[in-house]
């Protein structure tokens, strides 16, 4: 999980111990929706989709908190591969 958050700590210009929930919250699902990706599963409104759709959703409501507002899912992915 530490190169992710390291990666998060770049992209958001903010310490992992001021903001260890957000961090953590979307390492976390980042970590999941990516396995759940390269085993197939797309977001959808139902089954698996929709529960890789609230992951993504949440990771990307921390991620706001954070003040990353721009696409930074193309820079963690590679680190979780």
């Known amino acids: 999980?530490?190169?992710i958050i390291e990666r998060l700590q770049v992209a958001s210009g903010k310490?992992?111990?001021?903001?260890?929930?957000?961090m953590r919250v979307i390492a976390d699902h980042l970590r999941a929706?990516?396995?759940?990706?390269?085993?197939?599963?797309a977001p959808s409104n139902k089954t698996q989709g929709y529960?890789?759709?609230?992951l993504l959703r949440r990771a990307?409501?921390?991620?706001?908190?954070l003040g990353?507002?721009?696409?930074?899912?193309?820079?963690?992915?590679?680190?979780i591969a």
């Open 33 to 41: 929706a990516t396995f759940m990706a390269v085993d197939g599963c």
């Open 68 to 79: 990353i507002e721009q696409n930074f899912l193309q820079d963690i992915v590679p680190v």
């Open 51 to 54: 529960v890789m759709r609230r």
């Open 1 to 3: 999980m530490w190169p």
């Open 15 to 22: 310490s992992y111990e001021s903001h260890t929930e957000s």
């Open 60 to 65: 990307i409501r921390y991620s706001f908190e």
